[in-house]
Every structure is written in C-alpha cells, then in structure tokens.
C-alpha cells in the first residue's frame, strides 16, 4: 500500500472522519519510505481503500463484460437473421415443344415456376436478382432435339459464367447436358441463361431446367 493510495482515501472518502482519525502520530515512515499504519483506524482506513480500488477495478470489469455481452447479443441476432434468409429456386422451361432456333441470343425465360421460395426468380423475365450478397449455387439442364445446335450460356449481369454445348449432328436423335457453379453474388446482382443463336432446347416435359439457391451470405 503506498502514500498514494491513503491520500486516495483521505480525499475520496476520508473526509472528516479520516482527518480526525490520522495524524502524524498514526503512520511513520519506514526504511523503504512505505507507510506503515500504527493506529487501527489508520489501519482500517487503509484496508478501505484498498477494497474501493478493488471495487472499482470489480465494475470496470463488470462494465467491460456488459459491454462484450451486448456486442455478442448483436451478432448472434445478426446470424439468426442471416440464417433466416432462404432463397431456392427451380423452374422448368415449360411449353409446348422445342424452343428456338432464334437468329439472336435469347434469355430463355423458364415459364413452369417448381419453388421459389424468397421470389428472387421471376417466371415472366427469367431473370433471378439476388435478394442479399452470399455465395449461390445455379445448376441448370436441357434437353434437346440432335438435328439443331445446343447452346445455353449461364449469364451473370452481362458476363458468361459456364456454359453447355452440343453440335448439331444427323446421327444423334436427342441430347442432354448441363452445368452447374457457385457464385459470389453481390445484392442486385443479376443471373439468368441465354440461349445462343440458332441453338435450341426442349420445353416440353421439364427436362430442361434452371435452379438456384443461396448457399450463406457473406
Ligand atoms: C493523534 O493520534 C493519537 C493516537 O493515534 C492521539 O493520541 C493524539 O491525540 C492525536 N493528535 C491529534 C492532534 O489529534
Ligand atoms: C454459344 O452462345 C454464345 C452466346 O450466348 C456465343 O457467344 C457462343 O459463340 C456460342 N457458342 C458456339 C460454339 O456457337
């Protein structure tokens, strides 16, 4: 215990009843120059002071801790709320028949809605806008007549991202292909599948589908 600590008292608390009760009788000076208590109230008034600087040392704990349970309370409704967030989509591209050729790439709008859960695909444009920033999933699959080209591009804004292909060929009655790939999205971002230019796919029966989901948000 130092000077410091019962001048700590003497001005904190001691008031009137430290200036009565310590005089320069009560403590003397030893050979370390640390003050030493001869007076039980001294004495008393010292150990006080050393149980307020542990109280106050026991609050700005205590203040600290309060401080880190709220920030954890934040983020763990911050996760709930991420976790909360659900987006999965497939639809099928639906018709009558085959779809295309065109003489011009074509978003191919896949009408026959399967989940939509979150209604980040849209039936009407064939465009799916993601909701939240996170890593998505896309996987989509078609079904085409052999005698025409095969060629569906998965787009995100105006960039190709993967693609599927079959040539045309006199041999081959029908063909099947796909693809699939994660994506890190930004919020508003938009995914959608082009159909190349004189290419062409099957509507009919959904076997040529697009779906997508949120896989976590970042
Ligand atoms: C100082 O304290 C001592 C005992 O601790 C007491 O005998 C003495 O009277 C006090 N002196 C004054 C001036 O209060
Ligand atoms: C497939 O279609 C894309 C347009 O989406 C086009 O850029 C590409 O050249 C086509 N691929 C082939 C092999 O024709």
Same mark, same amino acid.
């Given at each position: 215990?130092?000077?410091?600590?019962?001048?700590?008292?003497?001005?904190?608390?001691?008031? #009137?009843?430290?200036?009565?009760?310590?005089?320069?009788?009560?403590?003397?000076? +030893?050979?370390?120059?640390?003050?030493?208590?001869?007076?039980?109230?001294?004495?008393?008034?010292?150990?006080?002071? $050393?149980?307020?600087?542990?109280?106050?040392?026991?609050?700005?704990?205590?203040?600290?801790?309060?401080?880190r349970?709220?920030?954890?309370?934040?983020?763990?409704?911050?996760?709930?709320?991420?976790?909360?967030?659900?987006?999965?989509?497939s639809?099928? $591209?639906?018709?009558?028949?085959? #779809?295309?050729p065109?003489n011009?790439?074509?978003?191919?709008?896949?009408r026959t809605?399967?989940?939509? #859960?979150?209604?980040?695909?849209?039936?009407?444009?064939?465009?799916?806008?993601?909701?939240?920033?996170?890593?998505?999933?896309?996987?989509?699959?078609?079904?085409?007549?052999?005698?025409?080209?095969?060629?569906?591009?998965? #787009?995100? +804004?105006?960039?190709?991202?993967? +693609?599927?292909?079959?040539?045309?060929s006199?041999?081959?009655?029908?063909?099947?292909?796909?693809? $699939?790939?994660?994506?890190?999205?930004?919020?508003?971002?938009?995914?959608?599948?082009?159909?190349?230019?004189?290419?062409?796919?099957?509507?009919?029966?959904?076997?040529?589908?697009?779906?997508?989901?949120?896989?976590?948000?970042?």
């Amino acid at each position: 215990m130092n000077f410091s600590i019962l001048l700590f008292v003497l001005l904190l608390n001691g008031s #009137i009843l430290a200036q009565d009760a310590i005089n320069a009788t009560d403590i003397k000076i +030893n050979r370390q120059t640390q003050l030493v208590c001869v007076s039980d109230m001294c004495d008393f008034l010292l150990k006080f002071g $050393a149980m307020e600087e542990k109280l106050k040392a026991t609050e700005s704990r205590l203040e600290d801790s309060e401080t880190r349970l709220t920030n954890l309370e934040n983020q763990v409704l911050e996760l709930k709320n991420k976790e909360r967030t659900k987006v999965v989509f497939s639809a099928a $591209a639906g018709g009558n028949g085959q #779809i295309g050729p065109y003489n011009a790439n074509t978003v191919l709008i896949y009408r026959t809605v399967i989940t939509n #859960i979150g209604s980040a695909y849209s039936h009407f444009t064939g465009i799916f806008t993601a909701p939240v920033a996170g890593i998505y999933y896309f996987t989509f699959f078609y079904h085409a007549g052999g005698l025409e080209t095969a060629n569906l591009t998965l #787009i995100k +804004n105006n960039q190709v991202v993967v +693609n599927a292909y079959d040539h045309k060929s006199l041999q081959d009655g029908a063909d099947n292909g796909g693809n $699939a790939v994660f994506l890190q999205l930004q919020e508003g971002d938009q995914v959608y599948m082009r159909l190349g230019a004189y290419s062409q796919v099957w509507g009919y029966n959904q076997r040529t589908t697009f779906s997508g989901l949120l896989v976590s948000q970042v």
